[in-house]
């Protein structure tokens, strides 16, 4: 599925590398100040320091390194991100990453252009891990917006492409570095509010650690409200009343939720009786008695989890049905076919969708990439199997496993794509302000989005993947395991020219950056913060070594979609896919927890919410104020 990005090729290739990761120790020290820390004013933008926590859990050494942040929104070369200096400084590879990755959620959540944005970073020596992605990002803040920051206050954490702060390693050291550098206040994730003492192995609240050391420990869920006290609330989101869906999008969901279950019921009832039937019936009885409570959201997310489920049965068994009649050379032929008919209706629907933008309203044309980006991501899988098959790699298992994978590929075809478009169409729009303007933010934001997609592919090969050939392990990873699907967004990516095109062009385009953004971002994360052990594409997440991890990103993803969603509603901006999305994912998510689906529900939640935090962003950046 689109929205369920596979992370085990990069758990296998980086077992324990980033789980916890720490940066390595640096002998820079930034104390803290009194007051506030001022942005300077220089080449029409804003520099600003911001104190870093490292710590060396080997050494047992910890610190702060001033990290130096520049940033203008009036740059002249679309979006660009300067990480020469940090890079001769000696930074490694996670902590460039985690630049580049701060550059683009800064740039996203400032609510300015991202296609105008400039950043410059800088360090004082070598330095790396992935943690500083927080405080980076809040420099970048500062300096696009010229706040100044509290100069008794720090935190560490890294960053999500939603905005949401990650689990960290060291964090008692961090603390101690802190405590030393004479700061006042700490920030930390969510997720690491609680500490294991290592002399007692007993758990203890960091408030309390904090406290023996003179600190005030305070939790945070995103970059938003970490900006919030940095800047003692001058750069606060306002508040505003929630977004309500429009009366035209709550009845549309409805009827499609009457759809979904009756479309899981058929295909449940064509299963042969086995495990996998049984708890595909309970999903649908889950299912029915929401939509029969008024719990529509949460009904379509059960319900999404059932038909995954019960399509891939439905492949499984008639694969084993080809390969019983014609064995392996048979099957592939019958695989073969299948193949080729879904890349044909995949290709013409991603075809006809973009040609719908240009009798799109406004904020129908930039959320037309979002429902767009299923067809893209199916696109990659698409070429991925064929890949697979050129090579001669299958047998049996393949066949078995490349037909449940085709089967979640014509899922998002003819019912989850399908849908996200009625949703889009149904919502009410402004009049688009022309399509010369859309085209041009389209393509601003399409560099934007490509650009800091390729940093953090960088990333990927440097860090999970070692420096290994990504061509010679996509050849030796399964399709599930998103590498190889990786490397064809990268392709496409790679492939968007520079020159502004036509409106339909420029959807294809951006909804194809889009894609590849949250596919390298995605991988990231749930290595770094959640140990999910497998889950991909044509099957389900089977664990997940941090799952409180996970949880806390999926609320503080839903706040960030739902606040700047009602911020665009007082502007009279419609976000109802984004919303009715994240909704959807997120009510399934927390019905199923602790079932055995509810790892599979919280990541295609989250990752729904990935896709819908970028769409608001956009909305809220957009050429319509």
């Given at each position: 599925?689109?929205?369920?990005?596979?992370?085990?090729?990069?758990?296998?290739?980086?077992?324990?590398?980033?789980?916890?990761?720490?940066?390595?120790?640096?002998?820079?020290?930034?104390?803290?100040?009194?007051?506030?820390?001022?942005?300077?004013?220089?080449?029409?933008?804003?520099?600003?320091?911001?104190?870093?926590?490292?710590?060396?859990?080997?050494?047992?050494?910890?610190?702060?390194?001033?990290?130096?942040?520049?940033?203008?929104?009036?740059?002249?070369?679309?979006?660009?991100?300067?990480?020469?200096?940090?890079?001769?400084?000696?930074?490694?590879?996670?902590?460039?990453?985690?630049?580049?990755?701060?550059?683009?959620?800064?740039?996203?959540?400032?609510?300015?252009?991202?296609?105008?944005?400039?950043?410059?970073?800088?360090?004082?020596?070598?330095?790396?891990?992935?943690?500083?992605?927080?405080?980076?990002?809040?420099?970048?803040?500062?300096?696009?917006?010229?706040?100044?920051?509290?100069?008794?206050?720090?935190?560490?954490?890294?960053?999500?492409?939603?905005?949401?702060?990650?689990?960290?390693?060291?964090?008692?050291?961090?603390?101690?570095?802190?405590?030393?550098?004479?700061?006042?206040?700490?920030?930390?994730?969510?997720?690491?509010?609680?500490?294991?003492?290592?002399?007692?192995?007993?758990?203890?609240?960091?408030?309390?650690?904090?406290?023996?050391?003179?600190?005030?420990?305070?939790?945070?869920?995103?970059?938003?409200?970490?900006?919030?006290?940095?800047?003692?609330?001058?750069?606060?989101?306002?508040?505003?009343?929630?977004?309500?869906?429009?009366?035209?999008?709550?009845?549309?969901?409805?009827?499609?939720?009457?759809?979904?279950?009756?479309?899981?019921?058929?295909?449940?009832?064509?299963?042969?009786?086995?495990?996998?039937?049984?708890?595909?019936?309970?999903?649908?009885?889950?299912?029915?008695?929401a939509a029969e409570s008024g719990q529509v959201a949460t009904s379509y997310g059960i319900g999404m989890q059932g038909l995954n489920m019960a399509v891939r049965e439905g492949a499984s068994v008639n694969a084993q049905a080809q390969l019983a009649a014609s064995g392996v050379t048979g099957a592939t032929v019958w695989l073969t076919d299948w193949l080729k008919r879904s890349t044909a209706s995949n290709s013409a629907a991603l075809t006809q969708g973009v040609q719908l933008g240009a009798a799109m309203g406004y904020e129908q044309q930039l959320t037309l990439p979002n429902a767009l980006s299923w067809l893209a991501y199916n696109d990659s899988i698409l070429q991925s199997v064929q890949q697979q098959i050129d090579?001669?790699?299958?047998?049996?298992?393949?066949?078995?496993?490349?037909?449940?994978?085709?089967?979640?590929?014509?899922?998002?075809?003819?019912?989850?794509?399908?849908?996200?478009?009625?949703?889009?169409?149904?919502?009410?729009?402004?009049?688009?302000?022309?399509?010369?303007?859309?085209?041009?933010?389209?393509?601003?934001?399409?560099?934007?989005?490509?650009?800091?997609?390729?940093?953090?592919?960088?990333?990927?090969?440097?860090?999970?993947?070692?420096?290994?050939?990504?061509?010679?392990?996509?050849?030796?990873?399964?399709?599930?395991?998103?590498?190889?699907?990786?490397?064809?967004?990268?392709?496409?990516?790679?492939?968007?020219?520079?020159?502004?095109?036509?409106?339909?062009?420029?959807?294809?385009?951006?909804?194809?950056?889009?894609?590849?953004?949250?596919?390298?971002?995605?991988?990231?994360?749930?290595?770094?913060?959640?140990?999910?052990?497998?889950?991909?594409?044509?099957?389900?997440?089977?664990?997940?070594?941090?799952?409180?991890?996970?949880?806390?990103?999926?609320?503080?993803?839903?706040?960030?979609?739902?606040?700047?969603?009602?911020?665009?509603?007082?502007?009279?901006?419609?976000?109802?896919?984004?919303?009715?999305?994240?909704?959807?994912?997120?009510?399934?998510?927390?019905?199923?927890?602790?079932?055995?689906?509810?790892?599979?529900?919280?990541?295609?939640?989250?990752?729904?919410?990935?896709?819908?935090?970028?769409?608001?962003?956009?909305?809220?950046?957009?050429?319509?104020?």
């Amino acid at each position: 599925m689109r929205r369920m990005l596979s992370m085990v090729a990069a758990v296998a290739l980086c077992a324990g590398v980033l789980a916890g990761a720490t940066a390595c120790s640096s002998p820079a020290s930034f104390t803290a100040s009194e007051g506030l820390r001022e942005p300077v004013a220089r080449d029409k933008g804003y520099e600003i320091t911001v104190p870093a926590l490292w710590a060396d859990d080997g050494a047992g050494t910890s610190g702060t390194e001033p990290a130096r942040i520049w940033a203008t929104k009036d740059g002249s070369a679309l979006f660009t991100i300067d990480l020469a200096d940090i890079k001769a400084q000696g930074a490694g590879a996670q902590w460039t990453a985690a630049s580049a990755a701060a550059a683009a959620v800064g740039s996203m959540v400032s609510g300015v252009n991202p296609g105008r944005v400039d950043v410059d970073f800088g360090v004082t020596g070598p330095i790396d891990g992935p943690s500083a992605g927080g405080i980076l990002t809040v420099g970048v803040l500062a300096a696009l917006l010229g706040a100044p920051i509290r100069g008794d206050m720090t935190m560490t954490g890294t960053i999500s492409p939603d905005g949401s702060i990650g689990a960290v390693g060291g964090v008692a050291l961090k603390l101690q570095a802190a405590a030393d550098q004479g700061y006042r206040t700490v920030l930390l994730p969510m997720a690491n509010m609680s500490l294991r003492n290592p002399e007692t192995n007993a758990v203890e609240s960091a408030d309390e650690v904090g406290k023996r050391l003179g600190l005030e420990v305070r939790s945070v869920g995103n970059v938003q409200e970490a900006f919030s006290l940095f800047t003692d609330d001058r750069f606060a989101y306002p508040s505003a009343p929630p977004f309500v869906l429009p009366p035209a999008v709550q009845e549309l969901s409805a009827r499609q939720v009457t759809a979904l279950l009756t479309l899981l019921a058929d295909e449940a009832a064509a299963l042969p009786a086995n495990q996998v039937t049984d708890a595909v019936s309970g999903l649908l009885d889950r299912a029915t008695s929401a939509a029969e409570s008024g719990q529509v959201a949460t009904s379509y997310g059960i319900g999404m989890q059932g038909l995954n489920m019960a399509v891939r049965e439905g492949a499984s068994v008639n694969a084993q049905a080809q390969l019983a009649a014609s064995g392996v050379t048979g099957a592939t032929v019958w695989l073969t076919d299948w193949l080729k008919r879904s890349t044909a209706s995949n290709s013409a629907a991603l075809t006809q969708g973009v040609q719908l933008g240009a009798a799109m309203g406004y904020e129908q044309q930039l959320t037309l990439p979002n429902a767009l980006s299923w067809l893209a991501y199916n696109d990659s899988i698409l070429q991925s199997v064929q890949q697979q098959i050129d090579a001669g790699a299958l047998d049996a298992a393949g066949i078995d496993r490349y037909a449940r994978i085709l089967a979640d590929v014509d899922a998002a075809i003819n019912v989850y794509y399908p849908d996200q478009l009625a949703i889009v169409q149904a919502a009410p729009a402004q009049p688009s302000p022309g399509a010369g303007l859309v085209t041009a933010y389209l393509s601003d934001y399409t560099t934007f989005l490509a650009r800091a997609g390729k940093a953090q592919q960088d990333y990927v090969q440097q860090v999970v993947m070692r420096g290994q050939d990504p061509a010679v392990l996509a050849r030796e990873n399964d399709v599930g395991l998103l590498l190889p699907v990786v490397l064809n967004l990268s392709a496409a990516a790679a492939a968007i020219p520079s020159n502004r095109d036509s409106l339909p062009d420029e959807l294809l385009q951006a909804t194809v950056a889009v894609t590849y953004y949250i596919a390298t971002t995605s991988l990231i994360a749930a290595v770094q913060n959640f140990g999910v052990d497998q889950f991909g594409i044509g099957a389900d997440p089977t664990a997940v070594q941090q799952p409180e991890v996970l949880l806390a990103s999926m609320s503080t993803a839903k706040k960030a979609v739902d606040q700047v969603a009602a911020l665009l509603a007082q502007r009279g901006l419609d976000a109802s896919l984004p919303v009715w999305a994240a909704a959807y994912g997120t009510d399934a998510a927390q019905a199923l927890a602790g079932t055995p689906e509810a790892t599979a529900a919280q990541v295609l939640a989250l990752n729904e919410l990935y896709f819908d935090a970028i769409t608001v962003f956009m909305l809220q950046s957009g050429p319509v104020q």
